[in-house]
């Protein structure tokens, strides 16, 4: 078995759609525009950044409404398959950059109205810097006052009741393909590791044509946390609700938050005896 260093690799991305045929893009896309209409006074972002933007689904969604799409991606391979599905967007094309996103920065000094992270994106920023780089050049990125929408994974749940293993196949491109998923917990990283052992088989499911694996880390939240580092990262926490679920925010294995750029970014009190003092951070 080949074993792949990187995450969504040259194997995975042509697999990738093929397990997610279920997912329900448009809905998701819904609830983000639902959010941005509700605190812009009904409008939609003229631009967005599809943080991750994977192989463009969210995208053709954002694209087809009018609104500019900034696509990022740290796989070439995903751009590369993304590229190929927006590609009728002529009049209005997305724009494409490749690399993490928490060293993202916008060309020419541009600035979107919003950022969107799906899919637990933010989850595969693990590291307090990345995370810290990441808030940061969102900042940068975004136009004063602007917004930014992700989903994670609620640590409540995935804390107690993830699944070891797990088992998928996918029919792609004339292939049979089986996923099996093996899940632990990285407590001391807030993060659960998860193999992907991928097995690619003839249509008749007879004979093996090629098996690679892929190890994601992939940080969990709660909901507390995240409204938490938003805050404390320039960002005014405006919805932090369960994601496509009919549940609490306590027991919902997803959830979304909606956050806009604040002016300031942190005020600090330091209090000593007798005395107080207020700094801000521009």
């Known amino acids: ?25 448009a809905a998701e896309i819904a609830i983000l525009l639902a959010l941005y209409g509700r605190f812009a006074e009904g409008a939609l972002p003229n631009s967005l950044i599809d943080l991750a933007v994977g192989t463009g689904k969210h995208a053709e969604h954002l694209l087809a409404a009018g609104i500019r799409v900034y696509a990022n991606d740290i796989s070439a391979e995903m751009i590369s398959v993304a590229k190929e599905r927006l590609g009728r967007f002529q009049s209005n094309p997305p724009i494409f950059s490749c690399g993490p996103m928490e060293t993202l920065r916008l060309a020419g000094n541009a600035k979107a109205d919003c950022a969107a992270a799906f899919f637990t994106a933010l989850g595969y920023l693990v590291s307090p810097e990345s995370l810290a780089g990441f808030f940061a050049n969102l900042r ?50 807030n993060a659960l590791r998860v193999e992907f052992i991928f097995t690619v088989k003839d249509p008749e499911g007879k004979k093996i044509v090629t098996t ?24 005014e926490v405006l919805a932090c609700t369960p994601f496509g679920e009919e549940s609490t925010l306590a027991d919902c294995w997803n959830f979304s938050l909606f956050a806009r750029s604040r002016a300031k970014k ?13 700094s801000r951070t521009p």
């Not at 078995?1 to 893009?25: N, R, W």
């Not at 190890?215 to 709660?222: G, K, P």
């Open 1 to 25: 078995m080949e074993q792949i260093t990187q995450v969504f690799s040259p194997h995975y991305a042509p697999l990738y759609d093929g397990f997610y045929q279920d997912k329900d893009y």
């Open 212 to 235: 690679f694996s892929e190890t994601h880390l992939v940080r969990y939240f709660s909901p507390a946390e995240l409204s938490t580092l938003a805050w404390a990262y320039g960002f």
């Open 266 to 278: 942190i005020s600090f009190i330091h209090s000593t005896a007798g005395s107080s003092e207020t």
């Open 140 to 189: 940068e990125n975004l136009r004063p006052g602007g917004y930014f929408f992700c989903d994670v994974w609620n640590g409540r749940q995935m804390i107690k009741n993830y699944a070891p293993q797990r088992v998928k196949q996918a029919q792609v491109a004339g292939y049979l393909v089986e996923r099996v998923s093996l899940t632990s917990e990285q407590a001391d990283r």
